[in-house]
């Protein structure tokens, strides 16, 4: 009755990619939400200059006047059975109208048992109407009102697409290939190819809690100029022209796991019900903000279920963490744009190889391209794709800054070859560089090994290829981290940290500080939560490399000069000035 597993494998698909996006996901999010607000604020239809204040519409309702409430369920979206005590779930009496206090909020909890039809898919509908205390709200009642009475009709179970049959299956032939040792089925891939081409099936879930709100609103809007947002909600009296009080269900906290799946063997569902008023300006945030939701999803930008993770953030966190986090999001945007130009400057600028480690940018390389085509085979969305697209490329574009590519068109299939630069070979920078990588290499090596065979043997895969491609990714994943260790060697060796662009790598570890801050409030594994620290020890080694180190002044930076080139220059010019300075005089 729980929602499908398929939710925990999007989870394991998305850690690559969830660490570097969700300060972007609340930054848009938030600045969705703001553009909403103020277009209807300021484009939406202004009233005419020389219109009458006759022609504003009002609510039919007082502040704090009485209402009585009744609550349907019906399979049907048409109710006027009100006669059927069976369908009453729930009434209550002497309901405030917009009135902030304990006598507006009512609950009540009971049971439901659902029919044969509506565990076969079957509708179910929720019918609440509001009156005036002492008139019905039954029009065929001789003493209804059509002025007095208002409702709304909202469905109490939601519908999405079933999940296909697991086309991963174990690449050994073991029956048993989940890490909880429970038997797991086995696709063939026929058979997920054929089942691609059946029509989707749909699961009907259960929403077990029902959050009635009476919108605040005693704004006098223009007749025929109501603002877009407002309109869809806005149910106007036809003889008057008056609008009656909107009645909201809120199901903006309602997660998806929350809900409960319908199926046969559903005797007793929860239902969780409360009515109580709501504010205007709230109203209009969850609103708009289930609006951005909607744009980013169909721009790729966010993917299913993440909605639901960000709402989770506002539940379930600390409020002073939650504070701090909105504040350093904003920033996390501008350190990494800054990083990115300072990487781009560092390696444009950059005429010397000594010092840095060449086969690190190759690594580095290969590492990104790993992750793109995982991403690639687990159907990422297009932006993140896009994302580790252009830095696959860029990686690439700075081995041809750290090293000599040439076109070999000796043969009938040109190939790239690769030649080492000067600055690299003519100094011990290469043999620290090949001293290093081949240590570490043994160790990597070993980790892919023990990696890649747990993983074929206790889980489950599309096909070798994507076994492989899990298993690099993985790697890269867990031991990056790894590949950084030649240039920390290679600082050792030579004494000296005046090689590296200091400026662009503070910059990526305030990131990895803010990366840190989310790693305590976002939702993850253990092992993702562990990793994410990884990158702020070798920072601190660097540093403390820093420390101890003293700068060199003969050595040659990033940009190829000298220090004492730069004394020299400095000196030539105070004696030219002092000469000026005598001719002068």
Not at 146 to 151: D, E, M, Q, R, T
Not at 158 to 177: M, Q, T
Not at 286 to 302: K, P, W
Not at 323 to 345: C, E, G, P, R, W
Request: charged share 20%; proline share 5%.
């Amino acid at each position: 009755m729980a929602p499908p597993e398929a939710e925990g494998q999007v989870q394991q698909r998305r850690q690559p990619q969830q660490q570097g996006g969700f300060s972007s996901m609340i930054t848009g999010v938030i600045r969705m939400a703001v553009f909403w607000y103020f277009a209807s604020k300021f484009f939406s239809p202004k009233r005419p200059s020389g219109s009458e204040p006759s022609q504003l519409i009002s609510n039919l309702f007082h502040k704090s006047e009485p209402l009585d409430m009744w609550f349907y369920v019906s399979e049907h979206e048409k109710f006027n059975d009100f006669a059927n005590e069976a369908a009453l779930m729930w009434h209550e009496s002497n309901i405030p109208y917009a009135v902030w206090g304990s006598e507006s909020t009512r609950s009540l909890s009971l049971k439901y048992s659902p029919s044969e039809a509506v565990k076969n898919n079957g509708s179910l509908y929720a019918h609440v109407y509001f009156a005036r205390s002492g008139y019905p709200a039954d029009p065929n009642d001789p003493e209804y009102q059509p002025l007095a009475a208002f409702g709304r009709t909202h469905s109490i179970v939601a519908y999405f697409p079933k999940s296909r049959a697991d086309k991963k299956k174990s690449l050994l032939g073991n029956k048993d290939s989940d890490e909880g040792g429970t038997v797991t089925k086995v696709v063939d891939e026929t058979q997920g190819d054929s089942e691609d081409d059946k029509p989707v099936e749909w699961v009907s879930y259960w929403k077990p809690n029902i959050t009635i709100n009476l919108v605040d609103d005693f704004t006098r809007y223009p007749h025929n100029a109501v603002p877009p947002n407002i309109a869809p909600y806005l149910n106007v009296e036809p003889s008057t022209g008056n609008y009656y009080p909107s009645v909201f269900f809120n199901e903006f906290w309602l997660l998806r796991d929350k809900l409960i799946q319908i199926n046969e063997t559903v005797t007793e569902l929860p239902l969780n019900l409360e009515v109580g008023p709501i504010s205007m300006t709230k109203w209009q945030l969850f609103l708009q903000i289930d609006q951005s939701f909607q744009i980013h999803r169909s721009y790729g930008s966010m993917l299913e279920g993440e909605a639901d993770e960000l709402k989770r953030v506002f539940l379930e966190g600390n409020p002073y963490l939650l504070a701090i986090t909105m504040v350093v999001s904003l920033l996390h945007s501008v350190f990494d744009f800054l990083a990115f130009k300072n990487d781009i400057q560092f390696w444009n600028k950059n005429k010397s190889m000594e010092g840095l480690s060449a086969k690190s940018v190759v690594v580095s390389f290969i590492c990104q391209l790993i992750v793109f085509l995982y991403l690639l085979d687990n159907d990422t969305s297009w932006m993140i794709l896009a994302s580790s697209g252009i830095g696959c490329c860029i990686e690439f574009w700075k081995i041809g800054k750290a090293m000599h590519i040439e076109i070999d068109r000796s043969g009938r299939i040109p190939m790239l070859r690769f030649r080492n630069r000067d600055s690299y070979t003519q100094n011990k920078t290469k043999e620290y560089d090949d001293m290093a990588m081949k240590y570490l290499s043994y160790v990597l090596f070993l980790l892919v090994a023990c990696s890649s065979i747990y993983s074929l043997m206790y889980e489950r895969h599309r096909s070798w290829y994507s076994w492989i491609l899990s298993s690099l990714t993985s790697c890269v994943y867990m031991f990056g981290f790894i590949m950084m260790c030649p240039q920390l060697f290679i600082n050792y060796k030579l004494k000296s940290v005046a090689h590296l662009p200091w400026r662009q790598m503070t910059y990526k570890f305030l990131n990895t500080i803010i990366d840190d801050l989310f790693a305590f409030v976002i939702k993850m594994p253990t092992l993702h939560r562990l990793s994410v620290f990884r990158d702020d020890v070798i920072f601190l080694i660097y540093v403390y490399q820093r420390w101890i180190y003293p700068v060199d002044k003969r050595r040659v930076n990033e940009f190829g000069f000298v220090g004492e080139d730069d004394q020299v220059a400095e000196g030539a010019e105070v004696t030219a000035t002092k000469e000026e300075e005598k001719k002068t005089n």
